[in-house]
């Protein structure tokens, strides 16, 4: 890709696009997963629409409901030398296959000496706010950032949904691709670039406090830093996009900047990767802050059914608000 151009696109556009331009450039990317074809109308969602037609059932195969299947499937294929975009609908749905995910595709290259390359995407959809309940609205991320070997991403805008992905199918490591899907359907200005994994962005720049957060958290904190900026509180907002290996650096200097940090996340607090953040925050900025380092996450439970318990149980920004307020104060 030699040359950047922008057009709107909504996440779901962004990711066909990234998929539809890494097919055309490498007959070795593949698409599998349950309805990607377009007889199944390109996926729950859409965002496979139009592949099968241009690349043939060969290169996008809609798989039986079976999760074991796809991934183990993704990992002989990327073993043969193919690059495959596993799509596993929901991310608590990953668990069924979290033995193929964890023991297999997130070790065969140390297994192997470095011998063995692992080159899988496993594309997943989350997020609450449409009330589906607690086994279809999970943030999972902290267990696969725990896991040596896997890398993880998460857009929170098309942008970066676009050249995520493309960076995500050329990595030689098993790369978790979350989507959320209330950021769906909101389009954006999308240079289409490479993202490099690994590398956050300061998607706001500020002097009072530091926000650092990934996927619809950024959302609604950009939302919160214009309000406040109204009333004279200046607020750095750091987009992680790559949970793992997350920007040590990026996030660092900002927070020694501002002196304040707030980690947000739509995964419940308790052992989340706010607790990772902030811990090497202390450790590096100790004595450099003007207060300790906040987290922000969902209740520990299972995501409610409920509408008004939902919205309870998720990061609102009117918490977001209130935390840097308090951080402020």
């Known amino acids: ?61 809609s798989t039986p409901i079976s999760e074991q299947a796809i991934i183990g ?40 000496g470095g011998q063995t390359n692992v080159p899988i995407v496993i594309r997943t959809m989350t997020g609450a706010g449409f009330s589906t309940g607690g086994q279809h609205s999970d943030y999972l991320e902290a267990w696969f950032a725990h896991t040596a070997g896997m890398k993880v991403v ?36 999308v240079k289409k670039q490479v993202v490099p994994i690994g590398k956050a962005k300061v998607a706001r720049e500020g002097s009072d406090v530091t926000v650092i957060g990934h996927s619809l958290m950024i959302v609604h ?16 907002v750091v987009d992680l996009r790559t949970i793992s290996p997350w920007d040590r650096e990026t996030v660092l200097a900002s927070a020694r900047k501002t002196g304040r ?30 207060a300790p380092v906040k987290r922000l996450g969902a209740a520990f439970a299972p995501v409610p059914f409920s509408k008004p318990l939902e919205t309870a149980f998720v990061p609102q920004p009117a918490d977001i608000e209130a935390a840097i307020r308090a951080l402020v104060a």
């Open 154 to 189: 998460a857009p929170s805008n098309p942008e970066d949904a676009y050249g995520l992905m493309r960076a995500a199918i050329d990595d030689p490591d098993p790369v978790l691709f979350i989507e959320n899907l209330p950021t769906y359907w909101t389009p954006h200005p």
């Open 73 to 112: 499937a993704a990992i002989g294929a990327s073993v043969g030398g193919y690059k495959p975009v596993a799509e596993i609908m929901l991310m608590n749905f990953t668990t069924v296959a979290m033995d193929m995910i964890v023991n297999h595709a997130a070790k065969l290259r140390f297994m192997s």
């Open 1 to 61: 890709m030699t040359e950047a151009t922008t057009q709107k696109m909504t996440v779901i556009e962004a990711i066909n696009t990234a998929l539809h331009e890494a097919m055309e450039a490498d007959p070795k990317v593949l698409v599998l997963g349950e309805e990607v074809g377009d007889e199944q109308d390109g996926g729950v969602m859409g965002v496979t629409k139009g592949l099968s037609t241009k690349f043939g059932k060969d290169r996008v195969k």
């Open 261 to 290: 940090a707030l980690v947000v996340h739509e995964a419940v607090k308790q052992f989340g990767i706010g607790a990772e953040i902030a811990s090497v925050i202390n450790e590096e900025l100790w004595g450099q802050l003007k």
């Open 221 to 236: 904190a950009l939302a919160v830093a214009e309000k406040l900026a109204g009333e004279g509180i200046s607020v750095e």
